[in-house]
């Protein structure tokens, strides 16, 4: 089996959430349980952090593990989605795995897994355990995919547990409310082990204690540390003060870190581990900024930030998937814009003339394009060199121009 016929597979033959969306959700860790028992358990030959939250926590995953790597520990980082290349959700040391490892593992237990009926996203995290094992790495650190209670990395008994911070996202699974949420994503904490929990919030804080004390886990809200990333987004600020606060956290249980593998693996963390996507600048004069983020809370945040830049037009190339809340996205987008719709090349994005349709309620005007390439290109077409384009609402929009 080749690479190519691994990763068709993969994407063909497994239900996959980013394509399908919640026909492809699995309700249950069963699955996930079946399959690494297959594999010998190899999330249990290594340690590991377990990161949840609703915006951030790809960012404090990477942040930590560059940390961890200038201190010199072989770190495993599993992170989803990918945005370019799926081995960008398993990496070793900044590295992704080689397209060797991931034809071997599907072909190897494609047929033993299929009695199973994993998941796209069940089967990359099997590969993902199996590979860090084999690597023999010093720690992994692993990122949920959606909530935590009920997700399929939710198996390992982590050193340390991170909630970065609540907002309102996917709720067609994880409920309506900050309540439903945070019930959700505080599944990640496990008995007497240590949970950091990003962002005080007033909705949150008698859940995530509660539970914590229920299960003897020491919690902890992260603390102000006035340090620099290579990530420029104003919204790092606070994934940096809970990075650095996990870090601080395993100094505590014997990790040998210093204030300068801190100091230098904040500012060498796409160095370090080849994150993209996060306020990213992909040419100036016009400048040109892309963002993953792609809920009310990320949007605010980029929005307030571009607010306090200088230019003279903004255009927004925008799209999003269709199992958002559009009605609270499209309040808080600036209606001083000239928006170019458009639609990523995935089932669940959002037909580009019912976006314009809607968006136009709430006085965002523009026009409607075929696919992101050629909203982009019309906005570089219209842009003047002072002006400014931000390119976001959607993952995938992003990894279509990234």
């Known amino acids: 089996m080749t690479y190519n016929q691994a990763i068709d597979y993969l994407f063909s033959c497994l239900p996959i959430y980013q394509r399908q969306g919640k026909i492809a959700y699995k309700s249950d860790i069963g699955n996930i349980v079946s399959a690494s028992k297959i594999l010998n358990n190899p999330h249990e030959k290594y340690k590991s952090i377990h990161i949840a939250g609703t915006n951030g926590k790809g960012s404090v995953a990477h942040m930590i593990a560059s940390i961890l790597q200038e201190a010199g520990y072989k770190v495993g980082l599993y992170t989803s989605p990918h945005l370019k290349d799926f081995r960008e959700r398993i990496k070793v040391n900044g590295n992704m795995i080689k397209k060797s490892d991931v034809a071997c593992f599907v072909k190897k237990n494609k047929n033993r897994f299929k009695k199973i009926d994993l998941s796209f996203f069940e089967f990359t995290v099997a590969l993902a355990f199996q590979y860090f094992a084999i690597k023999e790495i010093d720690i992994a650190i692993i990122e949920t995919g959606l909530g935590g209670r009920l997700d399929s990395t939710n198996i390992i008994k982590p050193d340390l547990s991170i909630i970065t911070n609540i907002g309102i996202d996917h709720t067609n699974l994880l409920g309506n409310t900050i309540k439903e949420i945070s019930n959700e994503k505080a599944g990640i904490i496990k008995q007497k082990t240590p949970i950091i929990i990003g962002r005080k919030q007033k909705e949150t804080k008698n859940i995530f204690s509660d539970i914590a004390k229920k299960r003897n886990a020491p919690l902890k809200y992260a603390n102000n540390h006035k340090l620099s990333s290579d990530l420029k987004g104003n919204y790092q600020l606070e994934n940096i003060n809970t990075a650095v606060s996990a870090i601080l956290e395993m100094q505590n249980q014997g990790w040998i870190i210093t204030k300068k593998n801190i100091k ?48 003279n037009t903004l255009h927004i190339v925008f799209g999003i998937v269709n199992d958002k809340d559009l009605d609270k996205i499209l309040k808080i987008l600036p209606k001083d814009a000239i928006y170019y719709f458009c639609k990523a090349n995935i089932i669940r994005a959002l037909d580009a003339i019912e976006l314009k349709k809607k968006a136009s309620r709430y006085k965002l005007y523009g026009n409607n394009y075929s696919s992101v390439d050629s909203a982009l290109k019309a906005a570089k077409r219209k842009a003047l060199t002072a002006d400014l384009i931000f390119i976001g609402g959607s993952t995938f929009v992003v990894s279509e121009i990234i």
């Open 264 to 311: 230098k693996g904040l500012l060498n963390t796409i160095k370090n581990t080849k994150l993209i996507g996060r306020w990213h600048i992909l040419s100036n004069k016009p400048l040109v900024i892309c963002d993953t983020g792609h809920n009310e809370d990320a949007l605010n945040a980029i929005f307030n930030q571009i607010n306090n830049l200088s230019y």
